[in-house]
């Protein structure tokens, strides 16, 4: 099975290996987790911004060159229970104790701050996500040398902000890829869609996309593209396989093969409802007729920024996912935890046993 030839990659035992491991075990593996990404001395990001002052970035990412654009002044709004708080929440905090007790997330936030965060987060290019884009979609990275991803294979992103930079990137080398975020990022998503459809047009073979204005509650895609915009809100939206729909050529598909999530955690009040998305779409695949398929894979990218609320994300997504840390040889250097950035790969519980 592919499955195995990922398990092999990665070398090692899930983080939490077993349901039977007593409550302190599984306290334990996590806190050692946070530790050792936590506990050496982590470069300055800058808050993790590409270029938090221009309204165009320009990238080169695997020899593309890319035009995207973003939203800066959300970062200077003066609006009540605006950025500062969002700014706040992202400086990141020393480990003073390698085993601090663990609690519950602290969700002190109204609902309305809780949006402003997100909003400031989802209009800004971060800098794990070109990083990310280029070695997820690359020939030798660890989801395509086993197998996992091909070029049938259907990719679902959460939070992929208005970039839409992992999409373009990896939209060519697979069957299908939906994008998901709020709808107020849709008009951005689908402008840096249809300004750098060239490449995905280039790497199919395909006619060059024509960019398409939709309504922001409607899917948004373009015809000669495999790459798709579905709003999806993780407190409020189901996940079905409705999210499919709008993907050409996946006639009979339920599910997905894998979700990406890059850069999503950086907000206690997110963690639960990110998490309990991810394991909806993850039981599509159970719900399939096909016992033979394999789980769909969860890979999350991030910038490691707090440690309360990394390990708030951890403890919640090992209650549902088996985990492992991607293995820094099978990692660019950009990308390692020693530049600030992680990826953990997790497969839903209830699908699949060690």
């Not at 654009?69 to 104790?97: E, F």
């Not at 965060?117 to 086993?146: C, D, G, H, M, N």
């Not at 991803?149 to 939209?171: P, Y």
């Not at 708030?312 to 209650?319: K, P, T, V």
């Amino acid at each position: 099975m592919k499955l195995e030839k990922l398990l092999q990659a990665l070398g090692q035992q899930p983080i939490e290996s077993s349901e039977e491991v007593c409550q302190l075990t599984r306290l334990l593996c996590r806190q050692l987790e946070t530790f050792e990404l936590f506990a050496q001395e982590l470069p300055s990001q800058n808050l993790g911004f590409v270029d938090s002052k221009a309204s165009t970035v320009e990238l080169t990412i695997a020899g593309r060159d890319l035009t995207i654009h973003q939203s800066p002044g959300v970062l200077s709004s003066n609006r009540a229970g605006g950025t500062t708080g969002a700014g706040k929440q992202l400086l990141p905090r020393p480990l003073s104790d390698p085993f601090p007790a663990v609690t519950p997330p602290l969700i002190t936030l109204t609902r309305l701050r809780t949006r402003h965060i997100r909003t400031s987060a989802l209009l800004i290019v971060w800098k794990v996500t070109p990083l990310f884009a280029e070695w997820i979609s690359s020939a030798s990275s660890l989801l395509f040398q086993s197998e996992i991803l091909s070029s049938n294979s259907l990719v679902l992103e959460l939070g992929c902000g208005i970039s839409a930079l992992v999409g373009l990137c990896l939209a060519p080398r697979v069957k299908g890829y939906v994008l998901t975020d709020q709808p107020y990022v849709a008009k951005f998503v689908e402008q840096n869609v249809a300004e750098n459809s060239h490449i995905s047009a280039s790497s199919t073979g395909k006619g060059k996309a024509k960019g398409k204005k939709t309504k922001a509650t409607a899917a948004s895609h373009s015809k000669d593209n495999n790459v798709v915009f579905t709003p999806l809100d993780w407190e409020t939206d189901e996940a079905t396989p409705s999210l499919l729909t709008d993907l050409p050529d996946t006639a009979g598909r339920k599910s997905f093969d894998a979700i990406i999530a890059c850069d999503c955690i950086y907000n206690e009040a997110l963690i639960d409802p990110l998490v309990s998305t991810c394991a909806d779409i993850c039981r599509l695949r159970t719900q399939e007729s096909d016992t033979e398929a394999d789980p769909t894979i969860c890979v999350v990218a991030q910038q490691l920024r707090d440690d309360q609320v990394f390990e708030g994300w951890l403890a919640r997504f090992m209650e549902s996912f088996h985990t492992w840390r991607a293995p820094d040889e099978l990692l660019p250097n950009g990308l390692k935890p020693s530049s600030g950035f992680v990826v953990h790969i997790g497969i839903l519980k209830e699908a699949y046993t060690p």
